[in-house]
């Protein structure tokens, strides 16, 4: 490798650099890409060979590097048939950075960006099923992440912060199969935390489930969680009458 790389002779180098790619030695393929590139900068070569030492790292998982990589490429070849293909694989090395649902999701959002750039720019393209489905894939795990956090302030006992969290969860994932299931954990929600309430804002808690259980049967009229909405309504409003009452006896003596 030494030898290779101290030789006068790009021409040696380039087509070293080109064995070792076919071989699939990704590091040494890269490693003389590096060292030969300058040598051909102004060349028509130069566009192969940048499109392989991308390539090189990508094939490594060194997909930070990658990305960097492929968005120089579209930079410098903006004009290269090969750029819908390193547009994609840009969009791509985003989303095989993105982590656990637990975990930070920058980079779900940018890979949910560049896949969706990618589809608006190149509607005709054979790429876009698979972009879709991966937009899906990444979508999901938001969403997991949103419900997680929705259900740990449930489980902590934060319960109106747990009825706006699945309120704004159901407002961001109005198409997920369990849509139902996050309006009713809001209604549920809101619920505990009118029982918990102080009594100066008792009714005005009720009013605030009243309100979240008559959207859920208007959305979700067949849902098997409407018996439940419906008992929070009937006991949402008779605590409304006994507090209402409760103001009204105050103010009048």
């Known amino acids: 490798m030494n030898k290779i ?65 492929f968005k120089n490429f579209l930079e410098g070849y903006r004009n290269s048939a090969r750029s819908e293909e390193i547009e994609y694989m840009r969009a791509y090395t985003f989303f095989l950075q993105s982590p656990k649902a637990e975990l930070d999701q920058t980079n779900t959002y940018k890979a949910i960006s560049n896949l969706q750039t990618f589809i608006n720019t190149h509607p005709q393209s054979v790429r876009n099923t698979e972009a879709n489905r991966l937009i899906d894939e990444l979508r999901k795990k938001l969403e ?12 902590l006992g934060e319960f109106r912060a747990a009825g706006v969290t699945f309120t704004t969860l159901l407002e961001n994932f109005p198409e ?13 929600s809101f619920y505990r935390a009118a029982e918990l309430t102080v009594v100066t804002k008792k009714v005005e808690r009720y009013r605030e489930v009243v309100n979240a259980a008559n959207d859920f049967l208007e959305r979700f009229p067949d849902s098997k969680y409407r018996k439940d909405v419906e008992a929070y309504i009937t006991s949402s409003n008779t605590e409304i009458q006994k507090f209402s009452n409760n103001e009204q006896v105050k103010t009048t003596t």
């Not at 949103?146 to 489980?155: E, F, G, R, T």
């Not at 997920?176 to 549920?188: G, L």
């Open 5 to 69: 790389l101290k030789s006068k002779d790009p021409a040696y180098k380039l087509k070293m650099a080109d064995d070792f790619y076919a071989k699939k030695k990704w590091m040494k393929a890269q490693t003389i890409y590096e060292d030969v590139l300058p040598y051909y900068k102004t060349t028509p070569q130069a566009e192969d060979i940048y499109y392989k030492y991308a390539y090189s790292a990508y094939n490594q998982k060194d997909y930070i590097n990658a990305e960097n990589l």
């Open 176 to 188: 997920s199969n369990v849509s139902d299931e996050y309006k009713f954990m809001a209604v549920r």
């Open 144 to 155: 997991t992440k949103d419900y997680k956090s929705a259900m740990l302030y449930y489980n």
